[in-house]
């Protein structure tokens, strides 16, 4: 079952920001993810949302996890958290019958 990363946020910091940006794709590469948006200038709808979002696939939710507590992107992921405020979750694909 594929899964996904979704994260959206609003950066707060760009000069620290960047720090994440030069560092993450390694880390994605090494787990087999597959970037399918990244837009930074979100169009808003409904509610508050920030104006990134971002949605990775992974072959598995087990994956993405994988990703995410993997010590090479744990090294890094302050300077997302650091310089943004907003969320990221982990999900898995469920397709209806």
């Known amino acids: 079952m ?3 990363v979704v994260a959206n946020y609003d950066i707060t ?3 620290g920001y960047q720090a994440y ?3 993450v794709a390694p880390t ?3 787990h087999g993810a597959e970037i ?6 979100t169009e ?7 104006r990134v979002t971002i949605v990775i696939r992974f072959d598995s939710p087990e994956a ?7 010590p090479e992107y744990q090294e890094i992921v ?17 397709r209806r019958p």
């Open 78 to 94: 302050h300077h997302r958290t650091d310089n943004s405020d907003g969320f990221l979750v982990i999900c898995e694909e469920r």
């Open 21 to 23: 940006l030069q560092t």
């Open 64 to 70: 993405a996890r994988g990703w995410y507590e993997s």
């Open 36 to 41: 399918l948006a990244a837009d930074y200038e």
């Open 13 to 15: 910091n760009q000069e």
């Open 2 to 4: 594929t899964g996904y």
């Open 28 to 30: 994605l590469t090494s």
């Open 44 to 50: 808003v709808r409904e509610g508050a949302p920030g």
